[in-house]
Nanobody, 123 residues
C-alpha cells in the first residue's frame, strides 16, 4: 500500500483544515487507516483511526470532539477534518495503514506510512 497525504497548510487558531490521504492498491478496504502527528522534537502521536467495514472509529484524547476521521472506499481515500485548531496542533501529519483487525494506537504497530503534510496553526 502506498499513501499520499495532502491538505496541510497555515491556519489561524480556531480555524479548520481537512487532510486527505489517497491509498493505492486493490486491498485498501482491508486496512485500518489512521492519522498521526509529530511536532518538532517530539514522538509521533496517534490521533485517529477508522476500520473497514463498519467504519468503527477511535480518537486520541487530545483531538476527541474536534477532529473527525472518515473514509471513501470508492476513492481509496481517508480524510481528517480538523476543527477548532490550536497552536499545539502544529506538526507534520502522517497517514498510516494497518492490515490488522484491531485499531492500535502504538506508532510502531502500523505497517505503512505516507510522507506527511505540514500543518501550522498561528496564534
Amino acid at each position: 500500500v502506498q499513501l499520499q497525504a495532502s491538505g496541510g497548510g497555515l491556519v489561524q487558531a480556531g480555524g479548520s483544515l481537512r487532510l486527505s490521504c489517497e491509498a493505492s492498491g486493490r486491498t485498501f478496504r482491508a486496512y485500518i487507516m489512521g492519522w498521526f502527528r509529530q511536532a518538532p522534537g517530539t514522538e509521533r502521536d496517534f490521533l485517529a483511526a477508522i476500520a473497514w467495514p463498519g467504519g468503527t472509529t477511535y480518537y486520541g484524547n487530545r483531538v476527541k470532539g474536534r477532529f473527525t476521521i472518515s473514509r471513501d472506499g470508492a476513492k481509496n481515500t481517508v480524510y481528517l477534518q480538523m476543527n477548532s485548531l490550536q497552536p499545539e496542533d502544529t506538526g507534520v501529519y502522517y497517514c498510516a495503514a494497518d492490515p490488522g483487525t484491531t485499531i492500535r494506537t502504538l506508532t510502531r504497530s502500523w505497517e505503512y506510512w505516507g510522507q506527511g503534510t505540514q500543518v501550522t496553526v498561528s496564534s
